[in-house]
């Protein structure tokens, strides 16, 4: 991830998961923070104007109907291994606060909440805070300016009144990088 963000009309930087097409990854001042599409979207990197979270037929190797492997009719020899532990959720799944705050205006870095759109994480000298929007609204990580807790018909997927959650729009500024070796798993894996 770039050190710095980029001047509007960008503000971030974007990049494909590198495990997980339904996943994404923002960069923010040099740290990239794994980002969710809204259920039944996929990151699309290439849209124009994009990225966006799109549907999965038009995100290549992201397509649930191409190279579906044929059923097996025995058992696997591995078996799957127990958790050792169980997976944090809400807030407490956000790592990536900052150990400082930053500035003034900005004061606090947010995160929209991993399973609740009416809920954001709001990070204190590195610690997600869970906080909840005024009843009726929803958090907007994409307003401008904000984020801010707004009306949930301009939060994708979060609009009780939707069938289907639209695509979001995301600029980017740079491709794609192409492996050169092994990467960890997730938005870790950013290293531009």
């Known amino acids: 991830c770039p050190a710095e963000n980029p001047p509007p009309p960008a503000w971030s930087t974007y990049f494909s998961h590198p495990s997980d097409c339904t996943k994404f990854c923002q960069c923010n001042w040099g740290v990239a923070i794994e980002q969710d599409c809204p259920a039944g979207l996929a990151f699309n990197i290439n849209a124009s104007p994009g990225p966006v979270c799109d549907w999965p037929r038009n995100v290549p190797g992201c397509n649930p109907d191409e190279n579906t492997p044929a059923p097996t009719h025995a058992p696997t020899t591995a078996p799957t291994p127990a958790p050792t532990e169980p997976a944090p959720v809400g807030c407490e799944s956000i790592t990536q606060c900052p150990a400082e705050n930053p500035p003034p205006p900005a004061w606090s870095t947010y995160f929209s909440h991993p399973s609740d759109c009416t809920k954001f994480c709001q990070c204190n000298w590195g610690v997600?805070?869970?906080?909840?929007?005024?009843?009726?609204?929803?958090?907007?990580?994409?307003?401008?300016?904000?984020?801010?807790?707004?009306?949930?018909?301009?939060?994708?997927?979060?609009?009780?009144?939707?069938?289907?959650?639209?695509?979001?729009?995301?600029?980017?500024?740079?491709?794609?990088?192409?492996?050169?070796?092994?990467?960890?798993?997730?938005?870790?894996s950013i290293t531009q």
Do not use: K, M
Request: include cysteine; aromatic fraction near 4%; charge should be negative.
């Open 128 to 188: 997600a805070i869970e906080q909840d929007c005024p009843a009726g609204l929803a958090f907007n990580i994409n307003a401008s300016p904000g984020p801010v807790c707004d009306w949930p018909r301009n939060v994708p997927g979060c609009n009780p009144d939707e069938n289907t959650p639209a695509p979001t729009h995301a600029p980017t500024t740079a491709p794609t990088p192409a492996p050169t070796e092994p990467a960890p798993v997730g938005c870790e």
